[in-house]
T-cell receptor
């Protein structure tokens, strides 16, 4: 079964810093990779997805995927206190509907 | 659009009692998912419905857990004879499958506490 590992477990940064979150997965045949954001007491919310090798930029978010190294990263530019949340990496299997989630990175952005 | 609705938000049961959790997916979404979230295990897939039909229940503990989707507007997750290890946040998500895969829209979850 697909395994998804995230690092670091937690991260504290000052407001305005660039944040880099990492995710490794085990199945090179995985389909889309998603990043979700979860605030306390809320359900996860999809932020950005990527399928093809390379990078994808949306606003302050950039995601990089390297299928050869089974690694994906999320970068948040100019981080804000409102970005403080848990970030979940989610990898869909060859059955595209089935998504395996990592355990998340807890991000704290200090004002 | 109210998003995915889950009720109740919190439920406390005694050991051995039954718990029924409700989910109303986003109108027009054909896929419905149930997950369980704990600190230790993270977010775990339980079951998946497509157009109300059960497709994959591979994550469900078979003995005491069951899920149904009697119509397109709601799904239920029932846990019989609840045990303390069932304490978790149960999340429902819905999705409209597209070219980019299944972007899932999650409800706020039901926090189940088994005493």
């Amino acid at each position: 079964q697909e395994k998804v590992q995230q690092s670091p477990e937690s991260l504290i940064v000052p407001e305005g810093a660039m944040v880099s979150l990492n995710c490794s997965f085990s199945d090179s045949a995985s389909q889309s990779i998603w990043w979700y954001q979860q605030h306390p007491g809320k359900g996860p919310k999809a932020l950005i997805s990527i399928f093809s090798n390379g990078n994808k930029k949306e606003g302050r978010l950039t995601v990089y995927l390297n299928r050869a190294s089974l690694h994906v990263s999320l970068h948040i530019k100019d981080s804000q206190p409102s970005d403080s949340a848990v970030y979940l990496c989610a990898v869909s299997s060859t059955n595209a509907y089935k998504v395996i989630f990592g355990k998340g990175t807890h991000l704290h952005v200090l004002p | 659009n109210a998003g995915v609705i889950q009720t109740p938000r919190h439920k406390v049961t005694g050991k051995g009692q039954e718990a029924t959790l409700w989910c109303e997916p986003i109108s027009g979404h054909s896929a419905v998912f149930w997950y369980r979230q704990t600190i230790v295990q993270g977010l775990e897939f339980l079951t998946y419905f497509r157009n109300q039909a059960p497709i994959d229940d591979s994550g469900m503990p078979k003995e005491r857990f069951s899920a149904q989707m009697p119509n397109q507007s709601h799904s239920t997750l029932k846990i019989q004879s609840t045990q303390p290890q069932d304490s978790a946040v149960y999340l429902c998500a819905s999705s409209f499958p597209g070219l980019g895969g299944y972007e899932q829209y999650f409800g706020p979850g039901t926090r189940l506490t088994v005493l």
